[in-house]
């Protein structure tokens, strides 16, 4: 009988995944259910986007370039310019969305066996792609209590051992919505060249940092040069999750040189979402104005709203649009399940995301929730409602 | 100072990408060049599928399922069960072209160090995948002399060890044109049954097969349901290698669980090249009669034009776009070379790929090339004629 490999059998299932037939089901049973485990944004997609694609109108719908289209290569180089990072079109290779770049990422410095360094609670699919290429993640463990910071220096080298080779982050931060200071990113830097590792900083929420905190991109520390890989993405930058259109970045032409070489392997992105993508990063900046305001208040609204519930709390999350909150149940999984089972207040009831899936250890994440505030005031101020009643009415596991 | 992983250092450099400066040079010089050395047909695609992009205008263009977008896998499926072989939407798993359902089959089947059979010459890229997986591709020899015909079972399990997972071919075969026998198919699905492999069974040239002659698929074989993985694609169907919308396809549902788990990593494939290629897939059948007999013809002309010079020979391939011509050369990457550098007839020349990349010891390729017949009857009558100059003229290593 045929086995499938250990990496097979490894590989995580969505934490997620396993509520999606119960939101079925309660949707069937006629509820509104609010959506807060997906960082899928309601904001609008740049039209000039969109148009790209009513536009396309070629009788061939051929090859491209493996690295990525030529005029998408420079418009990802001229949006880094304008951002104050130099970074040249030939630094650039593009990828099927951000996860593409944090598999070649992992594959260009990690072999089997190795071990690359991870914050959590981290995206979890990081541990998918390192399940996948054979790599050991290794969590350094952050706390709610400082808001998720970077771990110290001490901590951090005690996970640091002969097999380590990156040390891959999120900043700011999915699931934390943490942003890395300028000193936690210099920290960084200085622990990469003191121990020989590779950055792999994951920027694709750069432009999503509130009170006008500033993000720091690893692209600007002094190792850029020799030990940095970017991995960045327009899905949640302009809201097009959907074109699946990312690159990986690298200002060491060893890297670059490998990433091409990946590239080549699987012939090339995808042609017309690489034409939309063009239009998306020819974007001014000023779109983002009225997108940041948006999505700070919403963080209020929500932040606001949860730490006023007894026994709630979370940090105020400088950036990106997720917050780890602190429940008081025992066992986020089966309270997550039970708001959609068990639940509903006025016919609505919430979907979030269990933190579980978001530690190496599921145990550290069994007391939170990752939730994504991707709706609008209006319907987070509902959602706090809704969940304050749920705390009341849920029995415990 | 950083160092690549093995993998990285070991990720094999496209064997036609080094000609590239050539080419483009050779064209800066006023020349004309046939490109001979990439399946990108010239055939249009389906205008449904443009139209698809065109059509496009939701507001916020966002993640669809990982599994591929229902309609897309029930599209899918019903193309299958056109073809007379049962394949259920939940048996789809779509994926980012054929390229990724190939990398999620060696990594569901095999762990580092794992080894997993191929015929060579074989497709370039299988290599770049499995060094990508830490995986070893051990390679049986087919010859041109009975026309790239599977090897025979002797020489199949000579190569069978405690470590070999897995078979993958490719039938109608890129480079080398063949098609398997049903009698070739069956020996396959014996052979795996006995020593417990995994078929992978790259099957995207299925339609494009000539001379009456009938394609197998190993869907069809006794141990379908337990061991076959299926790699499919819409890139060469229908001339649509841009979008990058592929599947892999398993009876087995803990395969299908594997490879479902794995898409769940990288979230979802492109929602409007899914769009377009459920256009694809709803083609009729008759599509295929005009680009079948088209290639047909194509086939002919070169092939009788090349073996009708001294010295050059080429079995007549009953399936793809591509032959496998040995040339009365020492050095294929030389003489492909110096087509671009040294040598012009009335202003033109073609560039071929040096068979050397599709084999494990590249020296078995060295009087070798792969000619994808991609380009009109008019256009390969002239190209022989080019080539036949070029081997008069080329001065040898």
Redesign the interface.
Known sequence: ??R??????Q????PI?RLVPFADAAKARGLHVHHLN?G??????PRA??EA????????????P?QGLPALRDAISAYYQGAGLDVTAAEVNVT??G??AV?FAF????????EILVFEPFYA?YL??AV???VDLVAVTQSADDGFALPSDADIEAKIGPKT?AIVFCSPGNPTGAVYSNEEMQRLGALAEKH???LISDEVYREFAYDGVKVTSALSLPCAD??VVVVDSVSKRY??????VGCVLAK?P??TD?FM??C??????????QL?AIEAYRTPPSYFEDVVREYQARRDVLVDGLNAIEGVSTPRPAGAFYAIVTLPVEDSDHFAQWLLTDFSHEQETVMVAPATGFYSVPELGKQQARIAYVLNTEALARIVEILRAALRAYPGV
Chains 1, 2 share one sequence.
């Open positions: 009988m045929v499938l490999s250990t990496r097979a059998v590989m995580p299932a969505s995944r997906i899928q944004p309601d904001v609008k997609t986007m969109i694609y009513r536009r396309y109108d070629e009788e061939v719908l051929a090859y491209g493996s099927f969305g996860s593409e598999q594959g260009a410095v990690a072999d089997p066996g190795d699919n998918g792609f996948a290429a054979g080779k020989d590792l590779v020799a030990r809201s097009a999750c959907g074109a699946r060491n060893a890297l490998a070489r990946m080549f392997a699987r012939l090339c992105p995808a042609t017309v979402d939309a």
